[in-house]
């Protein structure tokens, strides 16, 4: 059974940092990718970030490419998302999302999800 489980948020001031972990248990040595996702109130879940665990794939949101970065610990079963120069508008619940096969990831049709970090940026 796959159990996702996002770890890192928290408060921090405008122009911070802050980097978020997610551990797969149970992942399945064929699982293709993670990806990370958040949610601010009153708005609609957003995509970030992904990165494949045995191929060379990395893509970005148009809204965090440059300040975000995802990597990945396939021995360890982690993906991080380091955060870096933080604004207010990145204040959401941060989750992780685990997908199996490249055909659902094209679709974006994740088959796991974290229960979600709140990271909050404000002075």
């Known amino acids: 059974q796959v159990q996702l489980v996002e770890s890192g948020g928290g408060l921090v001031h405008p122009g911070g940092s802050l980097r978020l972990s997610c551990v797969a248990a149970g992942r399945s040595s064929y699982s293709f990718a993670m990806a990370w996702f958040r949610q601010a109130p009153e708005k609609e879940r957003e995509f970030l970030a992904t990165?494949?665990?045995?191929?060379?794939?990395?893509q970005y949101s148009d809204s965090v490419r440059g300040r975000f970065s995802i990597s990945k610990d396939n021995a360890k079963n982690t993906v991080y998302l380091e955060m870096s120069d933080l604004k207010a508008e990145d204040t959401a619940v941060y989750y992780c999302a685990m997908v199996d096969t490249y055909a659902n990831w094209l679709g974006q049709e994740y088959d796991y999800w974290g229960q979600g970090t709140q990271v909050t940026v404000s002075s």
């Open positions: 990165i494949a665990w045995n191929i060379d794939i990395e």
